[in-house]
């Protein structure tokens, strides 16, 4: 594909390497919240059209829109994270994103690797990889893969940092994860290179779930279980307050996280602290038990237990 080649000008079904961008609106629903239905349609929609311009100026082509994220994908590596980049910095300098009353961010997650092209849209586990490299990333970053990093030009290739590895769906070993600094005074804040092999050798410890007569455990061997009402997930709670795929269980970086996925949330309570989560993330730490769509006593037949053993 030569660089800038619209993406709809390939064959159907046809595999092509392309980078991939994902971009959304960080806490969004705190937006509704703050600033009302119409404020916060209008203000999420200004984003939208940022990021959608930010593709265009860089040869990329927008493949969807869904509410407050932007899926593109560039010919080039170098394209992608120059799209980001505009994409920061036009809504971190701009006064109509921060009025004193909510400061409007936006996280980045990008990757390089083969797709299947079907109807103007892409598929492909390298569109999975680069849409967990958004949740990877936290409000102002752009997160991408050493995959990406490789094929990048010098100009950013000395302008990206080695912060982390991570577990990833989809992926047998454990990925590199790169910050961008888009913004330069971040040059000088850079990290040394993480000893992977360090982290290998790392003991890992097991998460225990127990619900009524069901158990499930997350470890080196399962690093990922779901919770749901659906008859595929690892650990299946019945409930009308339940989604589906109401949330999973991660281990990564020798940690236990809980990512809600659902509609109504999850509750969390781990050491004797209360949380409320959803569609967000948060480490399990001890001994507690989750109540999946509603509050729940450590008693109730709705509870499920879990607690942390480390090696």
């Known amino acids: 594909m030569a660089p800038g080649e619209p993406i709809r000008a390939q064959r159907v079904g046809k595999e092509i390497e392309l980078a991939i961008l994902f971009a959304d609106v960080v806490g969004s629903t705190r937006l509704y919240e703050a600033l009302g239905d119409v404020r916060a349609r209008d203000t999420v929609g200004h984003c939208v059209d940022v990021m959608g311009q930010a593709t265009d100026n860089n040869s990329g082509t927008v493949i969807k829109t869904m509410g407050d994220e932007v899926m593109s994908s560039f010919p080039t590596a170098d394209d992608a994270l120059n799209a980001g980049s505009q994409m920061q910095q036009a809504i971190s300098d701009n006064p109509d994103f921060a009025d004193g009353e909510v400061e409007v961010m936006i996280r980045v997650g990008c990757h390089y690797g083969p797709v299947v092209l079907e109807n103007r849209d892409i598929f492909g586990a390298a569109v999975h990889t680069a849409n967990r490299m958004t949740s990877q990333a ?174």
């Not at 940092?161 to 005074?185: C, K, M, N, P, Y």
């Not at 409930?239 to 281990?251: K, P, Q, V, Y």
């Not at 399990?284 to 709705?302: C, F, H, I, M, R």
Request: hydrophobic share 40%; glycine share 8%.
């Open 138 to 311: 936290k409000p102002g970053q752009i997160i991408t893969t050493q995959v990406l990093v490789e094929k990048l030009g010098k100009d950013w290739k000395e302008n990206v940092r080695q912060i982390d590895i991570a577990s990833v769906h989809g992926h047998s070993e454990e990925i590199v994860l790169f910050e961008v600094l888009w913004q330069t005074e971040d040059v000088t804040a850079m990290l040394p290179i993480i000893d992977l092999e360090r982290f290998a050798n790392q003991k890992l410890g097991r998460l225990s779930l127990r619900f009524q007569d069901c158990e499930a455990a997350v470890d080196a061997a399962q690093k990922s279980v779901t919770l749901g009402r659906g008859n595929n997930n690892d650990l299946i709670v019945k409930g009308n307050l339940i989604s589906r795929l109401h949330a999973r269980i991660e281990l990564e970086r020798n940690k236990f996280l809980l990512y809600d996925q659902s509609t109504n949330g999850t509750f969390v309570y781990d050491d004797g602290k209360e949380l409320f989560l959803r569609r967000d993330d948060v480490q399990l730490n001890g001994k507690g038990y989750l109540g999946l769509g509603k509050a729940v006593t450590e008693d109730s037949p709705q509870a499920i237990h879990f607690s942390i053993k480390e090696k």
